[in-house]
């Protein structure tokens, strides 16, 4: 009965994405209703609104929460302030994964931050796997063109059948199409969405020339506004759908409009510093769902290791232990 009556109430609020993208119309639920502590003990803190979580990186951990739902497709949002200063070796993921339920296998969707020295800017990955693609990695990169330290702003990720989409500030900035090319690495299995904050230090700034200095500890993150609009699934379901409609209605949402498409190429011509299209030192050819852009390519044609960084291959959430969803633990 949870599931239909979350299922029926995105039904009705999620025609506001259709036209426009209207985003206001989808509510804000508070925080023990859509989400528990994954782990960081005290670095959690839910404000007294139940509608705002504070994650903390220190010495001892990081922080991070997951939905209590899993969901098949849906609208996943927040607004989210990211710590200043001195900030290099910091990553705060916003992301959709199945990793604790398929652990050879798994989809996910990334929204990462990744933190600098002092002076430079905070940088926003966003990145797809599907079926465990993971020696792949389909990692585009911008430039922020706003202070992401100063004020909240909202990002969001729409997922169905056939699009992905990423928006910063209900402006697309990354659309991923399926193509049969692809095959199972579109994600496409159910995920939970997470948030965290971790030390990165290998690999987030620099390639690691920089990592997380402590003396300026502690790195807060803050969230709120917290939309969380998905078909939830029952986990035990061999073969879980997106019923009732709810995949069309996703569908119809995720066609950008034209005045959309013509923010979105503005600010990855502006602001966009690397796509896994153009990087000829990790794949010979495009991989095949990629549409090579003359512009992009000329712009983007050069892929410097050591001024971008490398990719990490799973590391989330920081030495700790945490109780699997499903049963005993698990090192993360």
């Known amino acids: 009965m949870r599931f239909l009556t979350r299922f029926l109430v995105f039904m009705s609020l999620f025609t506001g994405l259709i036209s426009g993208f209207s985003l206001p119309k989808l509510p804000i639920i508070q925080f023990d209703e859509g989400y528990s502590q994954l782990f960081g003990d005290q670095n959690l803190i839910v404000h007294g609104d139940e509608k705002s ?3 903390t990186l220190d010495e001892r951990t990081g922080s991070g929460f997951v939905s209590n739902d899993i969901f098949l497709n849906g609208f996943f949002s927040s607004s989210i302030k990211l710590p200043a200063d001195y900030s290099a070796g910091v990553v705060i993921a916003f992301y959709l994964s199945n990793g604790d339920m398929f652990e050879k296998n798994h989809d996910e969707i990334d929204f990462e931050f990744l933190g600098n020295i002092r002076g430079r800017e905070w940088r926003i990955q966003t990145n797809i796997y599907g079926n465990g693609s993971t020696h792949l990695g389909r990692e585009e990169r911008y430039n922020l063109w706003f202070d992401p330290t100063e004020d909240f702003h909202q990002y969001s ?3 169905s059948l056939t699009h992905i989409i990423f928006y910063v500030d209900n402006v697309p900035i990354r659309e991923v199409k399926r193509t049969a090319s692809m095959g199972g690495d579109f994600p496409a299995k159910p995920m939970s969405l997470y948030a965290t904050i971790w030390d990165g230090s290998k690999w987030a700034t620099n390639g690691g020339k920089y990592g997380v200095n402590y003396k300026y500890a502690p790195y807060v993150a803050q969230f709120t506004d917290l939309i969380l609009h998905g078909c939830a ?6 073969f879980p759908s997106c019923e009732n409609g709810a995949a069309e209605d996703l569908r119809l949402a995720s066609e950008i409009t034209e005045s959309q498409r013509k923010k979105m190429e503005s600010l990855r011509r502006k602001h966009m510093t ?3 299209c153009y990087d000829r030192m990790r794949y010979k050819m495009a991989l095949p769902e990629c549409m090579v852009n003359p512009e992009e390519a000329k712009r983007l044609r050069v892929y410097d290791p ?3 960084g490398g990719f ?4 989330r959430h920081g030495k700790h232990r945490s109780k699997s969803r499903f049963g005993g ?3 993360v």
């Open 53 to 55: 979580v504070r994650l």
């Open 157 to 159: 990720i729409l997922w």
């Open 233 to 238: 699934v029952d986990p035990t379901e061999k």
């Open 274 to 276: 690397y796509s896994y």
């Open 306 to 308: 050591v001024t971008f």
């Open 312 to 315: 990490p291959r799973r590391h």
């Open 329 to 331: 633990t698990e090192s």
